[in-house]
């Protein structure tokens, strides 16, 4: 069946567009509306239509690392390399449950490792994703970073390049997106743009929104689509679910814990709210077809919610899934959990409706 | 431009499906997990991306209302009563601002509003949309509940037939659905069921659903698609926000307010798990394709998002729209507010790429 979803989608996208899409911080109104004081409450584990597994997820108490305050690169490193080391063991196995393979290599002097599922489909063959890792610019280097990549290979049957990009102490903003552009620009020289995705979640998902602006900046053809997965959109800590999700979202917890202290690391004394680092504030038209992820609970609910209406206001063709009761970024944790096979499937499914046309 | 929106969300929607689809109420596990303790929290009214008229609403003090607890249709009715006297003054200018003109008529013995705009333009013509409204299955009697309806008549440009469906004390359970599907089987004898879309929001979401599910017992053909907005579509009082939500969102405020009463008194001793009054328990396979909207702070953002995940592992195109920092329906509270008409033309779209085909 020829896949026409450009079409259709842009066909909504485009008579839509009732609201202007903003392109800088909005200033909040003065005086101050008055604010909701919400009251203490106990909140049970959700167990309708979620798996035992991600039951299990959701269960766990609030990070216990969720208020580190790491001041320089190199203490972020010292935690993101112990981290890690809890990572790598498990990635032989998780490979072999997933059929795919793993290489480390170079491409235009960045280090990536490209992720190639045993069997790769007809229509997928020849197309690229470029994945982009998270961890808050700090965390999850080398192969601890290749986690979310391997479960794309395995579950959407496409080969996927994923950057290892510089991180704190060795590099500072912006060069994880130097390199992630670098790898794109490497990948062109071999494949039609339109055969191209960039995908990631968190940092990573801040990071593809990024990569597309810097591309029009550079002057780069658009990919042919984006999985921004619950993306770091507005690291100024603007948007409601960091007040509606604090202490509820039990991966980031608050919005003035461990992942800002790192994005302020990363920026390195830059603009937070620079497009490059809060990719709401870009604009987004002209934009290819996205497909964003995120959870109830999700401390980045808004930052994901924001930015899925900003791209529709600017006429973008682009879905949403909200996956319930999952705090930050739960849908890519566990291989083995039924929802994040569903989570990668719908995002490789996505992939297939656009790429190519 | 040929609308291709079937073909190309139906491929995606079927090659998903990896979990199964719950068609009965889930039990807990046991023994049970231990559960969040939330903290009191200060949340201030968000602005970014949301209209000053929209953040009006949303800074609006907890419903003062929220804690009624009707025993009987006639404490029900008496409340509707008051409101609607609060609503229904402000319809005629609402008609002429939207370019509505609004007809009282009886099809097959059920009181309905015939809503037609001004301009339908050609692909529109000859196709219908039938509206259940919301207000729990008690609330928003007669002339007071077609604002939703001129709405989507207004920013839609489509033919609306607003269902005026008999509530308590008249009639209880399953009254409104049987009013809902005799409109329906009469739209039938006129318009082919690709032609005629089902919408409205809260009971009226649900009631959206509960008409498929009724409409497959009968016999009936699908209808092109659905639009069910926040619906209650479990009300068993199960679905996360139901908690995360309590007293964040300030129309419903929380699951043992004025709605469950009123629901309590509809459902006339049923069994709330009934699909017909808690849908997301329904068989959804076949169900037409589907648009769900609702908000970041919604009290049934879980009841959206758990009915989207049902349809999309059903093999059901659906899609999902979450306003930033909305409350509960707040998205159809007043035709003036930018988000609204973003909202409906939204909606309007969907219908526009599926009905007909």
Redesign the interface.
């Known amino acids: ?1 020829k ?3 450009l ?3 842009a ?2 996208a485009l ?2 567009a ?2 202007a899409a ?1 392109a800088q ?5 003065n005086p ?18 979620i ?2 597994a991600m ?2 997820f959701i ?1 766990k ?2 990070n216990p690392d969720w208020n580190d305050q790491w001041k320089t690169g190199a203490e972020a490193r010292a935690y993101a390399n112990k981290q890690a080391a809890g990572v790598v063991p498990g990635i032989p196995a998780m490979l072999a449950r997933l059929h795919v393979t793993m290489k480390s290599e170079t491409m235009a002097g960045v280090h990536v490792y490209v992720l190639t599922p045993d069997s790769i489909p007809p229509e997928n063959k020849g197309k690229v994703l470029i994945h982009v890792h998270g961890g808050c610019y700090v965390l999850f280097p080398g192969e601890s970073g290749t986690t979310e990549g391997i479960m794309m290979a395995g579950f959407g049957h496409y080969k996927v390049i994923s950057v290892d990009y510089r991180m704190p102490p060795e590099a500072y903003f912006p060069a994880a997106l130097d390199d992630a552009v670098a790898v794109y620009k490497d990948v062109l020289k071999t494949t039609p743009p339109k055969d191209v995705a960039f995908f990631g979640t968190s940092a990573g998902g801040a990071l593809t929104l990024e990569m597309v602006l810097r591309a029009r900046q550079d002057g780069l053809p658009m990919p042919g689509a984006i999985a921004p997965g619950t993306p770091m959109s ?1 690291v100024t800590k ?4 960091f ?6 979202d ?1 991966v980031l917890v608050s919005r003035d814990g461990f992942c800002q202290a790192a994005t302020v690391i990363y920026a390195h004394g830059h603009d937070l709210a620079d497009p490059l680092l809060s990719p ?1 504030y870009g604009d987004m038209h002209g934009f290819p077809p996205a497909i964003l992820t995120t959870g ?2 999700d401390l980045l ?2 930052n994901t ?2 930015v ?3 791209l ?2 600017s006429g973008v063709p682009a ?7 999952e705090s930050h970024a739960q849908y890519q944790f566990d291989d083995r959990v ?2 994040t ?2 989570a990668f ?2 995002i490789a ?2 992939f ?2 656009y790429l190519g046309h």
């Not at 911080?25 to 109104?29: D, H, I, Y």
């Not at 101050?32 to 909140?43: I, V």
Request: hydrophobic share 35%; charged share 25%; glycine share 4%.
């Open positions: 069946m896949p026409k979803g079409a259709c989608f066909v909504a008579a839509l009732p609201m903003f911080a909005p200033t909040p109104p101050p509306l008055a604010p909701l004081q919400e009251p203490a409450k106990t909140l049970p584990v959700p167990y309708a239509d798996s035992p039951q299990a269960a108490p609030l507005d603007t948007g409601d679910s007040y509606t999700n604090e202490k509820v039990n709401v109830t609970r609910l808004s919610v924001r899925h209406r900003k529709l206001r879905i949403l899934e909200v996956f319930e009761g039924p929802e096979k569903e499937t719908e499914d996505f297939g409706q």
